[in-house]
């Protein structure tokens, strides 16, 4: 049974940084594209960032660039988001997924197959 269990969120204020953690397990993660996701209340879940299965390339949303980074520890099966420079807009549940098949362009929800529960991050003004 593949389980995603993200942790790391919380409260900060802005201008602050977190780093979200996401353990994977009942699968070897490590040929699988993996990525984070953000929803905030009455709106649809974005794309935040990716990373493909060997750390070699990453991708993020334009509203992250340069502030956020992705990352991997495939031996720990663990994908990482560091935020820095957190504002308010940024305020969402985050969520990691696995991308098993590789098919769909990587900012879709539909491209991955597994999700983790969701961490909440709120940064406050």
């Known amino acids: 049974q593949v389980q995603l269990v993200e942790s790391g969120g919380g409260l900060v204020q802005a201008g602050g940084s977190l780093r979200l953690s996401c353990a994977a397990s009942g699968r070897t993660f490590s040929r699988d594209d993996m990525g984070w996701f953000r929803q905030a209340p009455g709106k649809e879940r974005d794309f935040v960032a990716a990373i493909r299965w060997s750390g070699s390339s990453t991708y993020y949303a334009d509203s992250v660039k340069g502030r956020f980074t992705i990352s991997r520890d495939n031996a720990k099966n663990t994908v990482y988001l560091q935020m820095n420079s957190l504002k308010p807009e940024d305020t969402a549940v985050y969520y990691c997924?696995?991308?098993?098949?590789?098919?769909?362009?990587?900012?879709?929800?539909?491209?991955?197959?597994?999700w983790g529960q969701g961490t909440q991050v709120t940064v406050s003004s």
């Open positions: 997924a696995v991308d098993t098949g590789h098919t769909l362009p990587r900012d879709r929800v539909a491209a991955y197959d597994y």
